[in-house]
């Protein structure tokens, strides 16, 4: 097997993100790993930019040929990342979405018609006054 230490770490990352995008997190630890990801990207960015020598000795330890290389790899890692946590976030979003509207729709079915919300909503102000 060649490259085994990069073919770990990528196998290891590729496997968390697909854990953490089957199965729930709660919010406190979803923001601790998150805010960690970032700060250590920040940091890798700062150190790469600032001793370019380091991202390609880092990516000769780990078995990959090139700094450009190892790059790439982990900005693959960070999109898979990155978009099981927005498609998350959406998924989310459109149950509050579900939520909200049938909570309206069970008060405004209470009170016998649209409200004036729906009608300002709309931007018809003959209708808003009507429904007054």
């Known amino acids: 097997m060649t490259q085994p230490v990069i073919k770990l770490l990528l196998l290891a ?3 968390v993100i697909g854990l953490f995008a089957m199965r729930g997190s709660t919010r406190a630890l979803h923001r601790v790993v998150w805010r960690g990801y ?3 990207a920040l940091v890798a960015a ?7 020598g380091i991202l390609t000795w880092v990516a000769q330890r780990v078995g990959v040929g090139r700094g450009a290389d190892l790059l790439l ?9 990155v978009s099981v946590i ?3 976030r959406l998924a989310e979003l459109e149950r509050r979405y579900i939520l909200l509207a049938r909570a309206i729709a069970i008060q405004d079915a209470g009170t016998g018609g649209p409200s004036q919300r729906v009608a300002a909503l709309s931007g ?3 209708a808003a006054e009507r429904t007054e």
């Not at 700062?46 to 001793?51: E, G, H, P, Q, W």
Request: glycine share 0%.
């Open 46 to 52: 700062a150190a790469s930019v600032l001793f370019p």
């Open 38 to 40: 970032v700060v250590l």
């Open 13 to 15: 990352a590729i496997a």
């Open 73 to 81: 790899y982990v900005l693959a890692v960070s999109f898979m990342l």
């Open 124 to 126: 018809d102000q003959a």
């Open 86 to 88: 927005l498609f998350r």
